[in-house]
């Protein structure tokens, strides 16, 4: 644990079937009105959406609509959010559904009573908010993403082709979150996959960046290693409450800051993602498994050792040969686990092409916490092979 | 994660060398008057409480000292502590210390504004607080009890024999612990021995128990692989701080509540221990190694697959032989390790007396969250087999 750091997640879990009903009393620490976030409109379909109407009446909470959010939430969308929030007058937003939705909520929980425009002082700028914030509450109903958890809030601008993710202080966290494995049954297969697959490329972007043997890279390993194994019990059976349940809880754990810790991160493969999500709308987890091996591979030479004991420790790799071929050896196993998924294993799947490279490159961030700091031509290349 | 269950852990936690400077403003959200808890004085040796005290009066703190805590802290010191408090009025209680300490101050938070007996009401009837709780904050120096980060309080009863622990709701979890890794260097050997087999047992009384594979085991294993990886390298090099940083954080989530999330968690070699150190007076983690193995090896075959999975996940035992040999082979596995660590493997070097027995089994509260809900006589002979 080299660095020094602050940990402080103060995020209230109710885990487990029907928690839900748990929310009685922690809905009475706010105020009368409630912003009910929610993205197409699946939760009106499953039942989940009166679920948590009902929760809301028993507690004589008024519900002011927000229904919409787009899997990619926008500057638009933000504004639309703000403008809702502040008609009504809102005491707390209630956010029903997955990551984006979160994530938005998160949006408009600290531009409701900003002066500025929100897009530049926090996802341009990256400023910490400085006025009120509003209370957020979420109802989960996609893994993947840790937003629950988190105060992480990923916002895309189409007027500037930017997908941008600003990481606030504790005090941008939703005060509570519920999480109900079952509600993640009805969840599309291949938007399970890239949940599943998002949340172990959180645990990446924090596990391969260090040279210390640092105790959360023992977590991380932990995490990982759950995510695979609960993952094809997933694959055959969709409804186990057991795997599901452990993806669930892996997910939030695999992002909620603690992985983070004594660690200096990467998070290039986000960058990368984020800049093919920008041009393709494309799923976000797929966006990252589309990168991911093209990206991998190019570094591992700078950060052999972490990768080796990636291949052992995650993948079980007996250990012969040297230590490249061990370390790549573990991203066959990588990809080999990516193919049962199902997930994206490169960019043309999700619509890009040759022509968006340049684009892509120029919307990619270049992070400093990993095995290595990418040039120019060095993007270019990774997004190339990812074709 | 087979039962439904709610996660809080608000606790903010300032790690890292020479952390207490970063204090001052968190200090600031408490009143003027603190009740600086400390032990036996090691703190004025090694400079702690110095460098405490300059942050306190830097923040414009009056100190109102409360030394002299003891390794098991009593009723009477408990008395002591709120009659100090409610003479000063004090707003905030600082504890700067171990386990012990920590408890203490912890105990006290819930007793000053309490009308009733806090032992009856706390450790006899296990309420919970219903009066105004003072804020404690933990400055740690040693490592193992993890009550820098949860809401356990264990006190010692000398009247009547007993060592009761009482895990509180959030609440009376700290506000804040400084975690300084530097801070455990001056902490005796057999002290350090001792609270990283305390944080070790911690893990397996949450891991020995469940037939799920929850992720929970998985970050179970982790950290006690982290344990045992780091103590081998702070029993060369006491100073190392990569392992010290290590042994610091991995205790502190040992026993934060995460691990027993999903899990119905066992406490028995606690209990055991606990009645020994009533009993004694006995360093708490020597308490609980002089137990373990007699009681482990007594509950192995009622619980033959974890002790596998531990065997093999933890200890790298090779899958040869049948199921019990693999297993016991975990077990003598972590019988040499206690060896490496040089602590107690029996009750007699801690004290115990045959002549004990009797009073001691008495004194053992029975856990049935388990591999095996002990009877009276299964008891006896484990505290015979430790003797």
Redesign the interface.
Known sequence: ???????????????????IK?LTEELARYGKTAQLVYGGGSVKKNGIYDAVVSVLKECGKTIVEDGGVMPNPTTDKLAEGVKIAREHGVDFILAVGGGSVCDYAKAVSVSVHCDEDPWEKYYIRFEEPTCEIVPVGCVLTMVGTGSEMNAGSVITNHHTHLKIGHVFGSEVMPKFAVLD?EYTYSVPRRQMVAGIYDAFNHICEQYFSGD?????D??C???M??LV??SRVALRDPRNY?AR??I???AT?ALNTLLA??KDTDWEVHMLGQAVGAYTDATHGMTLSAVSLPYYRHILPYGLPKFKRFAVEVWGVEEKGTDRQIAEMGLEKLHDWMKELGVATNISELGATEEMIEGIADATLVMDGGYRVLTRPEIVKILRESL
Do not use: C, I, R
């Not at 210390?212 to 959360?216: Q, S, Y």
């Open positions: 644990m080299k660095g020094n750091f602050v940990y402080h997640n103060p995020v209230k879990l109710f885990f487990g079937k029907g928690a748990d494995p210390d043997d640092n105790v959360t023992d977590l390993e932990a995490l290693k759950s194994k609960n057991e349940s452990n669930m809880w892996a754990w810790q004594g």
